[in-house]
């Protein structure tokens, strides 16, 4: 797993998509590998992080899969979201979080631009309230929080590191990083 720096985020959300299910991944295994999720993300973010994690969705909802094999993928994750709120109530800020039905029109795909755009605000809202500063007080008394964690100075190293992994050091003009470069400019 790719070494990311956590500290300075607000919140994880954390989605799965039906691959699990669909494929009928034992449940030991999903236990295991969803406990050292959890754990990891819960030790690498500061203590006013919010971790959420978004249950399955119905994979029946969606045409080709509202069939036998369907039945018995929901039925799995149905399982697998039992073992995930299990794990993340162990966990006192991580928060697992299951997805109201869309009113979305149903389509061959597993997810069209209306759905996401739901669930996108659906979770926003779930969010909010944790992120503003009366919600974190102990957090903010030890002064330990991701907007702490953002806002302390970076060392040239690290900097340097995250430009060489980003392969834009010595790689000649990029039209993306010009773009930024101009708006922080005009900013």
């Known amino acids: 797993m790719e070494e990311r720096e956590l500290s300075g985020y607000d919140a994880i959300v954390v989605i799965f998509g039906a691959g699990d299910a669909l494929s009928l991944t034992p449940r030991a295994k999903w236990r295991a590998s969803m406990r050292a999720l959890i754990e990891m993300l819960a030790d690498r973010t500061s203590a006013s992080a ?15 899969f509202d069939n036998l094999f369907g039945r018995v993928a929901n039925s799995h994750a149905a399982t697998l979201n039992a073992i995930t709120r299990e794990l ?3 966990q006192p800020k991580v928060e697992y979080l299951t997805l109201p039905p869309t009113t979305a029109p149903a389509t061959d795909r597993l997810g069209t631009p209306e759905r996401y755009r739901a669930f996108g ?6 969010l909010a309230p944790h992120l503003n ?14 907007r702490n964690d953002r806002n302390r100075p970076q060392n040239d190293e690290d900097r340097y590191s995250s430009l060489e ?7 000649g003009p990029d039209e993306r990083i ?3 470069v101009a708006t922080a400019r005009a900013v």
């Open 50 to 64: 919010r971790i959420v994690v978004v249950a399955q969705s119905s994979i029946r909802a969606v045409p080709p």
């Open 88 to 90: 993340c109530e162990a």
């Open 121 to 126: 605000r659906f979770i926003a809202l779930q």
């Open 133 to 146: 500063d009366e919600a974190w007080p102990t957090a903010r008394k030890t002064g330990s929080s991701a």
């Open 165 to 171: 992994q980003l392969g834009i050091i010595d790689g």
């Open 178 to 180: 010009d773009r930024i």
